[in-house]
């Protein structure tokens, strides 16, 4: 592989994440800030390396017997493919060659975020885990398979009646045996629909309108086999694609924050996150998510 492609730095490490292989651990926690990792790893029963590069950050420990990192990705679907691919490349590559490993291993991606819900019922400083993900970013149709065709995805781009300059939304689903301890832990499960940005692409507008072609209402009112949309996000649908198609196990939990029905806002945003946090390296140490 040349040299252009897997991107090495002087120490051996990882081009953007700084690290090399025995700096992280096959459990990884992800957070989008990473001013939100030290409040994850406080949770540790120790912490083995830490580092820090732009906004990638990595802490690596112990919960209980169990070797876990967490570190954050920065916003959106295209950090995700960064901090994604290179976290499989220290796992399944040999760096120095770019060959793949014989033996490939398997990580566990735990997305611990934030949210907005677009359901009336749903409670502010409630926890959701996304049993699938509709990506209305771009990041997954550079990758095969083509995750376009699944029914949900084509359904809800004939019911937004979407114009032709914008994507065409794809579908995929966490992993299930993950999503089941989450809803054992009392969780509820949803779909989330992940969007390239905050703003127009959610629908929300500050001084320049947006021009999105369909309402808020028309994701509320959707309903597929009983399946319906829950809450927006900017990285889940990443996480989820690239996980399936490297052959790796995910889940998305969001902290909702936001009620965009009712037009609310949490009051308790840093309770919420550390509740949130605390809720799943707790079950990790209880056995959860293996």
Known sequence: MNNSELILNDDGSIYHLGIRPEHCAPLIITVGDPDRVPIVSQFFDRIDFTNRKREICIHTGVLKNRSVSVISTGMGTDNIDI????LDALFNLELNTGKPLKSPTPLTFIRLGTSGTIQANIELDSL???EAAIGFDNLMHYY???MCEHPIAVSLHSKLEMS???NHPYYVKGDPALVNDCLKLGMSK?????NPGFYAPQGRYLRIKNILPYALNE???FNYKNAIITNF???TSGIYGLSHVMGHRAISISAILANRFHG???KQTDKTVFNMIEQVTTAIKNGFFL
């Open 128 to 130: 959701i885990v996304a």
């Open 219 to 221: 994701f509320l009112h």
């Open 264 to 266: 609310t806002f949490s």
């Open 83 to 86: 901090v994604f691919n290179e």
């Open 164 to 166: 032709k300059n914008l």
């Open 190 to 194: 949803g779909i989330i629909v992940t």
């Open 144 to 146: 095969e398979p083509s």
């Open 233 to 235: 996000d900017m990285e």
